[in-house]
Nanobody, 127 residues
Framework: QVQLVESGGGLVQAGGSLRLSCSAS????????MGWFRQAPGKEREFVGG????????RYADSMKGRFTISRDNAENTVYLQMDSLKPEDTAVYYC????????????????????WGQGTQVTVSS
């Protein structure tokens, strides 16, 4: 069982930056691929990006490339989402999620492929 807790959300002006953190319980954090998803009001949850268990590989949704960066610190059981050049359309609840990386040995982007989810953190970007 893995418990995930996100933090770092808040209100930011367009063009600004935020860094979200996701802390995980458990001793085998590096066994899990981690993903970030977001859900805006009235919209489906969408993949933001993911990172492999070792942190050596990352993958991003096209609309986030160049603006968002995912990293992880396995010693601290934490994954990060650095968000730069934020836009009002980035407003959403952001979730981190985990899956056993060895199941696929690649970064997956479908929410049903993830086993554990955090409670989410709200990000609001004002224009």
């Amino acid at each position: 069982q893995v418990q995930l807790v996100e933090s770092g959300g808040g209100l930011v002006q367009a063009g600004g930056s935020l860094r979200l953190s996701c802390s995980a319980s458990g001793r085998t954090f590096s066994s899990y691929g981690m993903g970030w998803f977001r859900q805006a009001p009235g919209k489906e949850r969408e993949f933001v990006g993911g990172i492999s268990g070792s942190g050596g590989s990352t993958r991003y949704a096209d609309s986030m490339k160049g603006r968002f960066t995912i990293s992880r610190d396995n010693a601290e059981n934490t994954v990060y989402l650095q968000m730069d050049s934020l836009k009002p359309e980035d407003t959403a609840v952001y979730y981190c999620a985990a899956y056993l990386y060895g199941r696929y040995n690649l970064i997956v982007d479908n929410d049903y492929e993830y086993d554990y989810w955090g409670q989410g953190t709200q990000v609001t970007v004002s224009s």
